[in-house]
């Protein structure tokens, strides 16, 4: 029988395909041990691009099906037009003198973008595109709403949130 989510580990849900790449059109993302545990320019959420090569620069493939793409995100042409718009917020629309009082008051970008009313990023077309979800649920949101529903969860998987008993 098929684990659902909550009842892997972290380890165990960031490495199983999400979709079925022999059988529709996916987006990648690469996942090793510090996936999802390290600081990310665009802000915390789920990564993902059409070039697989790309993706497995950062650790093993894990397939996500198209529905996984923000709805709703900030477009921006390349990585250097999103630090452009970065620094036009900070000091243009919030009055900001530095990057430094930015990051002082959203450590995580994807939270000033959300407040503007994306739900992500997408940083150039086609198949150099990058994605950036920041309402795709986490593994630790998955448990979360696990345990409210009542659900049984493994141990070695609470274990692994404590902030959440």
């Given at each position: 029988?098929?684990?659902?989510?909550?009842?892997?580990?972290?380890?165990?849900?960031?490495?199983?395909?999400?979709?079925?790449?022999?059988?529709?059109?996916?987006?990648?993302?690469?996942?090793?041990?510090?996936?999802?545990?390290?600081?990310?320019?665009?802000g915390k959420g789920l990564y993902l691009t059409a070039d697989k090569e790309y993706a497995k620069?950062?650790?093993?493939?894990?397939?996500?099906?198209?529905?996984?793409?923000?709805?709703?995100?900030?477009?921006?042409?390349?990585?250097?037009?999103?630090?452009?718009?970065?620094?036009?917020?900070?000091?243009?629309?919030?009055?900001?003198?530095?990057?430094?009082?930015?990051?002082?008051?959203?450590?995580?970008?994807?939270?000033?973008?959300?407040s503007l009313g994306y739900d992500g990023v997408q940083i150039c077309t086609g198949k150099d595109?990058?994605?950036v979800n920041y309402n795709y649920p986490s593994h630790k949101q998955l448990v979360q709403d696990?345990?409210?529903?009542?659900?049984?969860?493994?141990?070695?998987?609470?274990?692994?949130?404590?902030?959440?008993?």
């Open positions: 029988m098929k684990k659902q989510p909550w009842e892997m580990t972290r380890d165990e849900y960031n490495r199983t395909n999400k979709a079925d790449p022999d059988t529709e059109k996916v987006l990648w993302r690469g996942v090793n041990d510090d996936t999802g545990e390290r600081h990310h320019v665009q620069r950062y650790g093993q493939l894990v397939a996500y099906p198209l529905t996984a793409k923000p709805k709703n995100p900030l477009f921006v042409r390349s990585l250097q037009d999103w630090e452009g718009w970065l620094c036009y917020q900070f000091v243009k629309v919030l009055g900001m003198k530095n990057i430094r009082e930015f990051y002082e008051k959203y450590p995580d970008p994807g939270e000033y973008v959300r595109a990058i994605y696990a345990i409210n529903q009542g659900e049984e969860v493994p141990e070695e998987v609470l274990q692994e949130y404590p902030d959440l008993l």
